[in-house]
């Protein structure tokens, strides 16, 4: 088989005719609709895996080797900014991609990076490892939101998507009790290998299991489908146009993706900081074990599944599709639920891990928003690129949340490290505050700066 054969699977499959009837137009949605929930759940639930496997056993790892903290979130920092680059990179890639592909070879690249961490011991192979698997990690999300946007319409997307996201919640939820267990029991690196077999196997599972576009396969849209009249205004606003008209246009000129870049940029410094770094907390300041600690972050992840459905549904139910008013009343949940746990001064563990429930109730549900919002906001055909854009401004949050933040703690303590994460929840507020006059249908033209 030649290169450009084998490239051509890449490529997103062309449009067919609609030659059923609505009967079978019916079924075929119906039946693909749920495989492909299915199989997007699954996969990011194991991309989160292979993403977050590092900093379950972190602590473990830092001890084994001696090395200091900032050791680690040098890595960590160099993971979050090459991730977000590749977010970009990838949305605009998986825009023209085939995404069963795209996402399923991205995740056993991802699983081979993870079993080969585990057979590694110097800082440059380490850092190097890490950084290739976040450009692979770049491919997790992407081909997730261009068929969410493909085959759920405007009305119902909320919901959709809200469960979708959920996937790192259990995946988040999942890893730190399985890496910590296998940290204790056989040592830190079996926490690399373990969740990369995973990784292998699911991915060659997505190849099999997903789909592309519904106009692939033959069907009529899903807002000709659902005759969602919103879908269908964006469907005809959707012009074909070249790609880099399509970024220019709708991504780069676009003053209401710009806006919620910023935010998001504060919404992960949060997010991460509080994932990365709590369980660091807790063994340093409340005295807790590894596996004790990452089982308070556990409940992190059960407070951002329910948040992430809450938020979703509560944007369709109370506001008709408009996701800033909700973002900003979550945002405010931020703030609370993190000075509870900065001034929560008892070692009393319900307490805490309810404490960690609640910011992950109120965090995951803007970090889902915000990355929904763009997608609506933008061109139909670049959904992925979107994503992505503000993606990168999100994971460079992250990159501030892992070299910076470790020093701004090595020099201020966890008081600096909690004022410093109340002031960017502040700062993400502030800046959806322009877009609340925004009307839920967003002039895709006319938002440009």
Same mark, same amino acid.
């Given at each position: 088989?030649? *290169?450009?054969?084998?490239?051509?699977?890449?490529?997103?499959?062309? !449009? &067919?005719?609609?030659?059923? +009837?609505? !009967?079978?137009?019916?079924?075929?949605?119906?039946?693909?609709?749920?495989?492909?929930?299915?199989?997007? $759940?699954?996969? $990011?639930?194991?991309?989160?895996?292979?993403?977050?496997?590092? +900093?379950?056993?972190?602590?473990?790892?830092?001890?084994?080797?001696?090395?200091?903290?900032?050791?680690?979130?040098?890595?960590?920092?160099?993971?979050?900014?090459?991730?977000?680059?590749? #977010?970009?990179?990838?949305?605009?890639?998986?825009?023209?991609?085939?995404?069963?592909?795209?996402?399923?070879?991205?995740?056993?690249?991802?699983?081979?990076?993870?079993?080969?961490?585990?057979?590694?011991?110097?800082?440059?192979?380490?850092?190097?490892?890490?950084?290739?698997?976040?450009?692979?990690?770049?491919?997790?999300?992407?081909?997730?939101?261009?068929?969410?946007?493909?085959?759920?319409?405007?009305? !119902?997307?909320?919901?959709?998507?809200?469960?979708?996201?959920?996937?790192?919640?259990?995946?988040?939820?999942?890893?730190?009790?399985?890496?910590?267990? *296998? &940290?204790?029991? $056989?040592?830190?690196?079996?926490?690399?290998?373990?969740?990369?077999?995973?990784?292998?196997?699911?991915?060659?599972?997505?190849?099999?299991?997903?789909?592309?576009?519904?106009?692939?396969?033959?069907?009529?849209?899903?807002?000709?489908?659902?005759?969602?009249?919103?879908?269908?205004?964006?469907?005809? +606003?959707?012009?074909?146009?070249?790609?880099?008209?399509?970024?220019? #246009?709708?991504?780069?000129?676009?003053?209401?993706?710009?806006?919620?870049?910023?935010? $998001?940029?504060?919404?992960?410094?949060?997010?991460?900081?509080?994932?990365?770094?709590?369980?660091?907390?807790?063994?340093?300041?409340?005295?807790?074990?590894? *596996?004790?600690?990452?089982?308070?972050?556990?409940?992190?992840?059960?407070?951002?599944?329910?948040?992430?459905?809450?938020?979703?549904?509560?944007?369709?139910? =109370?506001?008709?599709?408009?996701?800033?008013?909700?973002?900003?009343?979550?945002?405010?949940?931020?703030?609370?639920?993190?000075?509870?746990?900065?001034?929560?001064?008892?070692?009393?563990?319900?307490?805490?891990?309810?404490? =960690?429930?609640?910011?992950?109730?109120?965090?995951?549900?803007?970090?889902?928003?915000?990355?929904?919002?763009?997608?609506?906001?933008?061109?139909?055909?670049?959904?992925?690129?979107?994503?992505?854009?503000?993606?990168? =401004?999100?994971?460079?949050?992250?990159?501030?949340?892992?070299?910076?933040?470790?020093?701004?703690?090595? &020099?201020?303590?966890?008081?600096?490290?909690?004022?410093?994460?109340?002031?960017?929840?502040?700062?993400?507020?502030?800046?959806?505050?322009?877009?609340?006059?925004?009307?839920?249908?967003?002039?895709?033209?006319?938002?440009?700066?």
């Amino acid at each position: 088989m030649s *290169l450009r054969t084998w490239l051509s699977w890449l490529r997103a499959q062309p !449009e &067919a005719p609609v030659d059923k +009837n609505q !009967e079978e137009i019916n079924a075929s949605y119906r039946h693909w609709r749920l495989h492909i929930m299915l199989g997007l $759940y699954a996969g $990011y639930a194991v991309y989160y895996f292979t993403r977050r496997s590092f +900093n379950s056993i972190l602590p473990a790892m830092l001890d084994d080797l001696g090395w200091e903290r900032a050791a680690g979130g040098a890595i960590l920092s160099m993971f979050y900014i090459v991730y977000g680059v590749s #977010r970009f990179v990838s949305g605009m890639m998986s825009d023209f991609a085939n995404p069963r592909y795209f996402m399923g070879l991205g995740l056993i690249a991802t699983g081979v990076i993870n079993i080969l961490f585990g057979f590694s011991s110097s800082l440059l192979a380490f850092t190097a490892l890490w950084t290739l698997n976040a450009f692979f990690q770049g491919w997790g999300w992407p081909p997730c939101a261009k068929l969410m946007t493909a085959w759920y319409s405007r009305n !119902e997307r909320g919901f959709w998507w809200a469960i979708c996201n959920t996937s790192h919640n259990v995946g988040g939820a999942l890893i730190p009790l399985l890496a910590g267990a *296998l &940290a204790m029991a $056989y040592g830190w690196r079996y926490g690399m290998i373990v969740p990369g077999v995973i990784g292998i196997a699911v991915g060659l599972l997505l190849c099999v299991r997903l789909r592309d576009r519904p106009a692939s396969m033959g069907l009529p849209t899903v807002g000709a489908w659902r005759r969602d009249e919103l879908e269908l205004e964006q469907e005809r +606003n959707s012009a074909k146009l070249p790609m880099w008209q399509v970024l220019r #246009r709708y991504v780069f000129g676009n003053r209401f993706i710009w806006l919620l870049a910023a935010s $998001y940029l504060f919404v992960y410094v949060v997010r991460i900081g509080i994932n990365d770094w709590g369980n660091k907390f807790l063994q340093e300041q409340h005295g807790y074990a590894l *596996l004790k600690a990452n089982s308070a972050i556990f409940w992190l992840e059960v407070g951002g599944f329910i948040g992430t459905i809450v938020a979703g549904w509560g944007s369709d139910r =109370f506001f008709r599709g408009n996701r800033v008013p909700m973002n900003i009343i979550f945002t405010l949940g931020i703030l609370l639920s993190v000075l509870l746990l900065w001034t929560l001064r008892v070692d009393h563990y319900l307490l805490i891990a309810g404490s =960690f429930f609640f910011i992950g109730f109120f965090i995951f549900g803007p970090q889902m928003l915000i990355g929904m919002a763009a997608a609506e906001a933008a061109h139909k055909e670049s959904a992925g690129a979107a994503t992505g854009f503000v993606g990168v =401004f999100g994971y460079l949050g992250a990159a501030l949340s892992g070299y910076p933040l470790a020093k701004v703690t090595d &020099a201020w303590g966890w008081d600096g490290f909690f004022l410093a994460l109340s002031v960017t929840t502040m700062l993400s507020a502030v800046l959806l505050l322009p877009l609340l006059g925004q009307r839920k249908r967003v002039k895709l033209a006319d938002e440009r700066i």
